[in-house]
C-alpha cells in the first residue's frame, strides 16, 4: 500500500509542479488567439467549455487502454507502479501537453503535418499513411470488441451459422450498428455527438476507478497491494516476456501512447484559451495514470498477489474483459458491475469513433480538403471505414492488437523527437524530451528483435545490441536534420 500511495501523490503533485513548468517552457499566454476563435467553422473549430474539453480528451486518450494494459501490465509486478507513475509524469503528460500546445499554436494542425514542419518532409509522408493507417487499426479493433462483448451479454434469437470465419450473425449484426454510430460521430459537428455524451461516458471512467480505489483503501486487510522490493520481472514466462521492452508497450495508455499525440488536435481545435493547456493535456493524462495505477493495483491485489494474478491471467486467456468483470462483481456487486460492463463497452467504442475522426481531419489537412461540407466529410470518411471493416475480417484480434501496441509506441517515439526539434529551435530546455526520445526509441528498436510476433531473436545480448545501434542511427540522424534546418534558418 506505501508504494502504491506515494505514487499517487506523486502523480497528483506533478500536475502542480512540473505541469507548471512546461508552461512556463511552453511560454503559454491567455492572451494569444487560439484557433477555436480565428478558424471557427462551426464542425472541428469550435469553442467549448474547459470542463467538457478535459472529459472529451480524457476519453479520446484513454478508452480501455489505462484498464486493460494496466491489468495484463501488472503481471510484471510491482515495478509497473514505477513505470506507471515515472512514464505518466516526465514522458506521457509532457508528450501530451507539449504535442498539444504544438498543434495549438499550429492552427490545430494534424499530427503529421506537425512532424512534417520540424523533422522533415519525408517524415511528414510516412507519418501521413504511418497515422492513417493507425487509427483505421484502433477503429477496428474498437469495432470488433465491443460488438463481441455486446453479442456475449445479452441474447439475440439469431441463426448461429458463422457469417464470415470467427464472426457471427449477431456480431455482425452489432458491427453495423456500431458502424452507423461512427458515421455520425465521424461526419457530425463536434458538439453534437462527441461534445454531449463523452463528458458522461468521461465522469463514468472516472467513478469506476473512484470506486476501485475506496474497495482498496476501506478493504486494505482483505486486498493487499504488494510493494516494490525490486525491479524483478515477475511475470509468469520472464525469459519471453522481458521488462525491456514488452512492459513499455503492454502498459502504452497509462504512461506513454502515441495514440494520444493523433488525438490532442481535436481538442487544440476547441480550447478557449491557451490557459486551458495544462488541465486539458498535461491533467487528462495524469488522471489516466491514476486510473492505470489503481487498475493495475487491484490485479495485483484482487488475485493474492503478482503470482496469483498471472494465474488468472491464464485461467481467463488473457482476456482482460473478463478480469475485470470478475473483480468489479466481487469487490462492487452485480448491479455496479453491469454498471462497468457498460462503462468498458462505451470506452471501447469511444476510443473507435475518434480514431475515425482523427483519421478524417489528417487526411483532409494532407490532401487540402474542407471539412464544412457534410458531402465532403463523408467522401473522406466513408473510404476509412470500409478499411476499417476490412482489417475486422481479415485479421485475427491477437495480430491486430500485438502490431497495433508497437506501432502506438513508434508513435510516440517520433512525437517525443519532433517536440526535442521544437524545443530545440526554440532554445528550450531539450533534456525533458531527449531523454524519453532515447530511451523509447531503444524500447521499440529492441522490440523489433525480442518481439515474440516479430524477429524472437533467442540471443537476447545481439537483439538488445541490435536494438542500441538502431537508436543511435535514429538519434543521429534526427540531430543532423536539426542541424540542417537550423544553418537554413
Known sequence: MITFILCLLA???????????????????????????????????????????????????AGLGPIFGALLGAAYGPVAFLWITLGGIFMGAMHDFISGVISMKNNGLSLPEIVGRYLGEGTKKFMRIFSVLLMVLVGAVFMSQPAELIASNIDIPLVEKPLFEGTSVEVFIILIFILLYYMLATVLPIDKIIGRFYPIFGSALLIMALSILVVLITKSDVYTIPELTSLSNQIADPEKFPIVPMLFTTIACGALSGFHAT???????????????????????????????????IGMAFWGGVDGLNDAIAQYGGSAARMVNVITETTLGSFIAAFVVFGVI??????????????????????????????????????????????IFALPFQIIWSYFAWCNQTLAVITLWCITVYLSQRKK????????????????SSYIFVSPMMCNMSNRPLAYALGAVLTLVIAAAVHFRNKKAAENM
Open 11 to 61: 502523480l497528483i503533485t506533478a500536475y502542480f509542479t512540473y505541469g507548471k513548468y512546461l508552461e512556463r517552457v511552453c511560454e503559454i499566454d491567455e492572451k494569444n488567439p487560439v484557433p477555436s476563435k480565428t478558424l471557427f467553422d462551426g464542425v472541428d473549430y469550435l469553442p467549448l467549455p474547459r470542463w467538457k474539453i478535459f472529459l472529451i480528451q480524457l476519453l479520446n486518450i
Open 429 to 444: 530546455p531539450v533534456l525533458i524530451s531527449i531523454i524519453p526520445a532515447l530511451l523509447m526509441t531503444y524500447v521499440c
Open 263 to 297: 488525438q490532442s488536435p481535436m481538442m487544440a481545435r476547441c480550447v478557449t484559451s491557451e490557459k486551458q493547456s495544462r488541465s486539458v493535456f498535461y491533467g487528462a493524462m495524469i488522471a489516466e495514470s491514476i486510473i492505470a495505477l489503481i487498475w493495475a493495483a
Open 346 to 391: 462505451a470506452c471501447a467504442i469511444t476510443s473507435g469513433d475518434t480514431a475515425f475522426r482523427c483519421a478524417r481531419l489528417i487526411v483532409a489537412d494532407m490532401f487540402g480538403i474542407e471539412q464544412k461540407s457534410l458531402k465532403k466529410r463523408l467522401a473522406v470518411s466513408v473510404p476509412l471505414f470500409v478499411a476499417g471493416l476490412f482489417i
